[in-house]
């Protein structure tokens, strides 16, 4: 079918469309995304994604960047932890709305996401929010749950040196990224002072024996000395004794 394949980021458009064009879809990416924050971070994943597709012969149409339109939406939930899942959920259902409004207005049969390849999202509030925008049109939503592709995105998507973020996308994510990026850092270092802590008495075992070790090399090298500066002395004291060896 004549297919719009509402795409995040390069790095998550490549598994799903080699499988998408597999299927025989004509497909045509769409990059509406105004929940990126900032601009700039936009700007970057569009280019990269442009990029791919530019050498993949895939048309890109790009949405209008709103972060206004995000912040009305998804955005009232910003400030709640608790309310994650809604704060995606709203995420979601806006930029697919998007995605199927065009889908429809430029005659695409059918609507799919690359947003299921990220093991961080909620897939199955994804197929909730494209089955329920695409059935309001009339089009076909063309649902794939993209989870265990995720690992040779990230190796393809590697060795292309894509661009990859290390955020999903807005502000709040940004900053509950880099929250649990610290909190892992702790954690490492917590581990690491641990098994310091643990292997402590079986270093300080290893070195006493060390010490002992250069300790009875350094006696037998003294005991040795001693025993050569005798003999030195001792035949500096008995010259006729030298002569008769």
Same mark, same amino acid.
């Given at each position: 079918?004549?297919?719009?394949?509402?795409?995040?980021?390069?790095?998550?458009?490549?598994?799903?469309?080699?499988?998408?064009?597999?299927?025989?879809?004509?497909?045509?990416?769409?990059?509406?995304?105004?929940?990126?924050?900032?601009?700039?971070?936009?700007?970057?994943?569009?280019?990269?994604?442009?990029?791919?597709?530019?050498?993949?012969?895939?048309?890109?149409?790009?949405?209008?960047?709103?972060?206004?339109?995000?912040?009305?939406?998804?955005?009232?939930?910003?400030?709640?932890?608790?309310?994650?899942?809604?704060?995606?959920?709203?995420?979601?259902?806006?930029?697919?709305?998007?995605?199927?409004?065009?889908?429809?207005?430029?005659?695409?049969?059918?609507?799919?996401?690359?947003?299921?390849?990220?093991?961080?999202?909620?897939?199955?509030?994804?197929?909730?929010?494209?089955?329920?925008?695409?059935?309001?049109?009339?089009?076909?939503?063309?649902?794939?749950?993209?989870?265990?592709?995720?690992?040779?995105?990230?190796?393809?998507?590697?060795?292309?040196?894509?661009?990859?973020?290390?955020?999903?996308?807005?502000?709040?994510?940004?900053? $509950?990224?880099?929250?649990?990026? #610290?909190? *892992?850092?702790?954690? /490492? &270092? +917590?581990? @690491? =002072?641990? !098994?310091? %802590?643990?292997?402590?008495?079986?270093?300080?075992?290893?070195?006493?024996?060390?010490?002992?070790?250069?300790? $009875?090399?350094?006696?037998?090298? #003294?005991? *040795?000395?001693?025993? /050569? &500066? +005798?003999? @030195? =002395?001792? !035949?500096? %004291?008995?010259?006729?004794?030298?002569?008769?060896?």
């Amino acid at each position: 079918m004549r297919l719009l394949l509402h795409a995040c980021c390069g790095p998550c458009s490549l598994e799903p469309l080699r499988l998408l064009l597999e299927e025989g879809h004509d497909i045509t990416i769409a990059y509406m995304n105004s929940n990126i924050h900032p601009q700039a971070e936009y700007e970057h994943r569009r280019d990269t994604l442009m990029e791919f597709a530019r050498e993949q012969g895939i048309p890109v149409v790009e949405g209008v960047y709103s972060p206004k339109a995000w912040a009305n939406t998804a955005g009232v939930y910003a400030n709640d932890p608790a309310m994650r899942p809604w704060r995606c959920r709203a995420c979601y259902r806006q930029r697919l709305d998007e995605a199927c409004d065009y889908a429809l207005t430029n005659g695409f049969d059918g609507v799919a996401t690359t947003l299921t390849v990220s093991p961080y999202q909620y897939t199955d509030i994804i197929r909730e929010e494209l089955e329920a925008a695409c059935a309001l049109r009339g089009l076909v939503p063309v649902f794939r749950d993209y989870t265990d592709q995720y690992p040779e995105a990230t190796r393809r998507s590697k060795a292309l040196g894509m661009y990859r973020q290390n955020y999903c996308g807005c502000a709040v994510s940004k900053k $509950e990224a880099e929250q649990e990026r #610290e909190e *892992r850092r702790i954690e /490492r &270092a +917590a581990a @690491k =002072a641990a !098994k310091l %802590a643990a292997e402590a008495p079986k270093r300080a075992a290893a070195e006493a024996a060390r010490a002992k070790k250069r300790a $009875e090399r350094q006696a037998y090298a #003294e005991k *040795r000395a001693a025993q /050569r &500066a +005798a003999l @030195k =002395a001792y !035949k500096q %004291a008995h010259p006729s004794d030298a002569q008769d060896e």
